[in-house]
């Protein structure tokens, strides 16, 4: 899924480019906004990498546009997290990312399993029979490139811990080994810290764990009731060597309804 503002992509030229503003015109293309636009977009940027790197999962493809994003300097404070996604595809980083977070077919089970979902409902999605008790290992963490802590209505939670799974798929990088360090933004209310905040990559296909913990301060657990949305960044930033940056967007909320 890709959404977008203003993205100039092909256009079917029997339909009416802008029936509103320029009624009776056609072209082969348009600039609309929306994710109908964007996914073609995407779409290329997909095949491309998958091309550059046939050993990668859909989800290492996944992870390496949206780490690798621009955002603009300034967006106005009421473009959330929500609102601007991961950023602005840059698909010449995207093909050298770094770090991915990668997924395979069974974490995607473990979560359905956490989310109470029923064995026929499963084996639906997935056409094959799990057994959640047995065979699984229930998580709602998937190791997913963004972040979004869900806080209680009421703010019984003052503290949520993310965990996520970095791979290491630095195609200049065989024998030595490479550190990241990390870094959050400030997210108004919240202290947030990564549990360990530097990562060291001993070789290529190497795999390093950290955690993401959001504690909420005392003046937004003194406001009951009110929703809030906040959002900021986690950046692995690699020390020396090509100095690459795998970005994520984090959002800290109590407004069930997005969900």
């Not at 997210?187 to 959001?214: A, I, M, N, T």
């Not at 504690?215 to 929703?227: A, G, I, T, V, Y």
């Amino acid at each position: 899924m890709g959404p977008g503002f203003l993205i100039l992509a092909a256009w079917p030229p029997n339909v009416e480019a802008h029936p509103y503003y320029f009624p009776g015109r056609y072209t082969n293309f348009n600039i609309v906004s929306g994710t109908s636009m964007a996914c073609p977009h995407l779409a290329g940027v997909g095949a491309l990498l998958k091309k550059a790197h046939p050993d990668w999962s859909p989800a290492a493809v996944r992870s390496a546009i949206m780490t690798t994003d621009s955002n603009p300097a300034h967006h106005g404070p009421a473009a959330t997290g929500f609102a601007m996604g991961a950023g602005q595809v840059n698909p010449n980083k995207a093909l050298h990312p770094g770090l991915v977070y990668d997924l395979g077919s069974s974490d995607y089970v473990n979560l359905l399993c956490a989310m109470n979902f029923t064995a026929n409902q499963i084996r639906a999605i997935t056409r094959s029979v799990t057994d959640c008790s047995s065979s699984s290992a229930p998580s709602s963490d998937l190791n997913y490139p963004s972040f979004v802590a869900v806080f209680s209505a009421n703010r019984s939670d003052h503290v949520l811990e993310l965990r996520r799974t970095l791979t290491n798929v630095d195609d200049d990088q065989e024998i030595m080994a490479t550190y990241y360090e990390a870094h959050v933004t400030a997210l108004d209310g919240f202290k947030v810290r990564v549990v360990p905040e530097k990562l060291v990559f001993k070789c290529k296909g190497d795999e390093q764990s950290f955690k993401l913990v959001l504690e909420m301060e005392s003046h937004l657990k003194e406001e009951d009731n009110k929703p809030f949305l906040r959002s900021g960044y986690l950046k692995w930033i690699q020390v020396g060597g090509s100095k690459r940056v795998v970005q994520s967007p984090v959002v800290a909320t109590n407004i069930n309804s997005f969900f």
